[in-house]
């Protein structure tokens, strides 16, 4: 279970808690057990008392959406998940597709960055078509190193060539994300 | 929103290294919940790669012990002594262990604590129970013909 606080209307936010973060106090423990470890949220461990932590998130407060980066190769990964963190998104990293669809059933993305050819069972475009199966609501945005005849292939939101301006893509997902 | 804490000049970056994403993920998150900067590695391989980009600053190597692939968690903090003396390094052999350590290192960290250690144990048994039961179930099914 990953919500974002957004998508719970119902709750009631009090302003600021005695540390200055806003704080969600009446959330049903049962329903909301989970959250505490929704990013940049915490839950007071058993009460169910949501609460924002601090100032981590500077102007993009509540409703941060989360993005799934699947790249093998670690340095690029590190750089990209660092510039999507610094636009003010939560960033899940998987080194390959099968880590990408073990998140996938348990966290609530919003979007999906992955490489096309990477190791192991699943390359980009299966797994693309394997969300697309599963999640169409998710977003998709495929990059690579080699050009892909993209204008086949209805299963992505973009794609990329890399190398990338990484500010081109995050304006991408900004758009994508409405 | 309004500033809890006064974080430090610089962030200190922790390499956290655990090859099940499962466990990778809710840890580095709970980290960087305590104010650290966290760059997640899959392995080894991926560690050493890291530690070997000089524009990279590293400050704490925290790894699961038993990883797939030729270098182990062993195998990479001696590594480390010998590319990377000075660096300090934290070996976790076992999940209820990983989060500890994360725990201490939170403890240090430049934010208040995001929530109890013991609710992010918790949050990791059912990720992962979840996905065993999800793949026993898959197995359980009778394999489809190719047409």
Not at chain 1, 65 to 93: K, N, P
Not at chain 2, 35 to 57: F, P, Q, S, W
Not at chain 2, 82 to 94: K, S
Request: hydrophobic residues 40%; aromatic residues 6%; contains cysteine.
């Amino acid at each position: 279970l990953n919500l974002d606080l957004t998508d719970l209307p119902q709750l009631d936010f009090q302003e600021r808690s005695s540390s200055g973060a806003p704080v969600v106090t009446n959330a049903p423990e049962e329903q909301y057990r989970d959250w505490s470890i929704v990013s940049g949220y915490t839950a007071i461990s058993g009460r169910a008392v949501l609460q924002a932590s601090g100032d981590r998130s500077p102007g993009h407060g509540l409703s941060r959406a989360t993005i799934l980066l699947v790249e093998d190769e670690v340095l690029v990964r590190m750089s990209l998940a660092e510039e999507l963190r610094s636009a003010g998104y939560v960033v899940l990293e998987a080194s390959n597709a099968d880590e990408a669809l073990d998140v996938l059933r348990s966290q609530r993305v919003r979007v999906v960055i992955s490489d096309i050819r990477m190791p192991g069972r699943l390359d980009g475009v299966e797994l693309a078509r394997a969300i697309r199966a599963q999640h169409p609501e998710i977003k998709i945005v495929l990059a690579s190193a080699e050009s892909f005849s993209a204008s086949h292939w209805a299963d992505h939101d973009g794609f990329f060539l890399k190398p990338y301006d990484a500010r081109r893509l995050i304006e991408h997902v900004k758009n994508l994300l409405g | 929103l309004v500033r809890v804490t006064d974080k430090p000049n610089r962030q200190e970056t922790i390499l956290f290294v655990e090859d099940e994403v499962l466990v990778r993920m809710p840890i580095a998150q709970y980290l960087r919940d305590c104010g650290y900067r966290v760059i997640e590695a899959a392995n080894a391989d991926e560690a050493m790669t890291v530690l070997m980009h000089k524009e990279t600053v590293v400050d704490i190597v925290f790894s699961d012990i038993e990883m797939p692939g030729a270098v182990d968690g062993f195998g990479l903090a001696k590594w480390i002594r010998e590319h990377r003396a000075g660096l300090d390094v934290l070996l976790a052999g076992t999940v209820p262990r990983a989060v500890e350590n994360a725990k201490q290192l939170c403890e240090q960290g430049s934010l208040p604590k995001p929530y109890d250690a013991q609710v992010l144990h918790d949050h990791i048994k059912r990720l992962l129970a979840a996905r065993n039961a999800a793949k026993e179930s898959e197995a359980r099914l009778p394999k489809r013909e190719l047409p």
